[in-house]
């Protein structure tokens, strides 16, 4: 056999050891991105107005307080806008990672970083359009 030849059984063979540290890089940011996201949820179900199922007014006849927040946390809706940049940031980078590493016909794009990317992204243009003047 001359030297330089690839044997049909070469051409395919599989190089890789494993997870490499780019393929745990974009884990890891997806994982910082989604733990932000759901941080940002909590956040946003503490910071919207507080409601109960019961009428106010009943509650004051029966002598009971009622001491609802009528109105957003603002202060809570900036971290929910920090957090949600904070997703959208660890998205981009873990897709600018994954886009250096496709090399091969079987690397594709990670499917929960451009969701974690649209989700956060959407986050902050509500909090944009909503934001009081």
Same mark, same amino acid.
Request: aromatic share 14%.
């Given at each position: 056999?001359?030297?330089?030849? $690839?044997?049909?059984?070469?051409?395919? *063979?599989?190089?890789?050891? +494993?997870?490499?540290?780019?393929?745990?890089?974009?884990?890891?940011?997806? &994982?910082? +991105?989604?733990?932000?996201?759901?941080? #940002? !949820?909590?956040?946003?179900?503490? #910071?919207?107005?507080?409601?109960?199922?019961?009428? %106010?007014? $009943?509650?004051? *006849?029966? +002598? !009971? %307080?009622?001491? =609802?927040? %009528?109105?957003?946390? !603002?202060? $809570?809706?900036?971290?929910? /806008?920090?957090?949600?940049? =904070?997703?959208?940031?660890?998205?981009?980078?873990?897709?600018?990672?994954?886009?250096? *590493?496709?090399?091969?016909?079987?690397?594709?794009?990670? =499917?929960?970083?451009?969701?974690?990317? &649209?989700?956060? /992204?959407? +986050?902050?243009? !509500?909090?944009? $359009?909503?934001?009081?003047?």
């Amino acid at each position: 056999m001359r030297k330089g030849v $690839l044997k049909k059984r070469d051409i395919f *063979r599989e190089r890789r050891r +494993g997870e490499d540290i780019w393929l745990l890089l974009m884990r890891l940011f997806g &994982i910082v +991105g989604w733990l932000c996201l759901f941080a #940002a !949820l909590a956040m946003f179900d503490l #910071a919207r107005p507080q409601e109960t199922f019961i009428d %106010p007014r $009943l509650l004051e *006849r029966l +002598g !009971l %307080p009622s001491s =609802l927040r %009528p109105y957003w946390d !603002l202060e $809570l809706a900036r971290y929910i /806008f920090y957090a949600m940049v =904070l997703g959208l940031t660890a998205s981009v980078a873990g897709l600018w990672l994954n886009r250096h *590493r496709l090399r091969r016909r079987d690397d594709h794009y990670r =499917l929960y970083l451009i969701v974690l990317g &649209i989700i956060s /992204f959407a +986050g902050i243009l !509500l909090y944009w $359009l909503k934001l009081p003047a």
